[in-house]
Nanobody, 122 residues
């Protein structure tokens, strides 16, 4: 069982930066692939980024590539999402997710956090 708690959301102007954190419970955090998703009002939840258990390999949605960076600290049971050059279209609730499998973490991960709101003003 893994519990995920996101933090770091807020209101920022376009062009600004935010760093989201996702703290995980459980002693097996380092064996899980981790991902970030987001859901904007009136839209479906979409994949943003993922990272392997080791932290070596990462993948991003085209819409955030070059602006967002996912990372993890297994000693702290935490995964991060550094968001730079934010745009109004990045406004959404951002969710952290975990799954043992790197492919499944981008589609139907087992564990989800409760989400944190990110609002980017123009």
């Amino acid at each position: 069982q893994v519990q995920l708690v996101e933090s770091g959301g807020g209101l920022v102007q376009a062009g600004g930066s935010l760093r989201l954190s996702c703290a995980a419970s459980g002693r097996t955090f380092s064996s899980y692939a981790m991902a970030w998703f987001r859901q904007a009002p009136g839209k479906e939840r979409e994949f943003v980024a993922r990272i392997t258990w080791s932290g070596i390999n990462t993948n991003y949605a085209d819409s955030v590539k070059g602006r967002f960076t996912i990372s993890r600290d297994n000693a702290k049971n935490t995964v991060y999402l550094q968001m730079n050059s934010l745009k109004p279209e990045d406004t959404a609730v951002y969710y952290c997710a975990a799954d043992p499998h790197i492919v499944k973490v981008t589609t139907t991960p087992i564990y989800w956090g409760q989400g944190t709101q990110v609002t980017v003003s123009s």
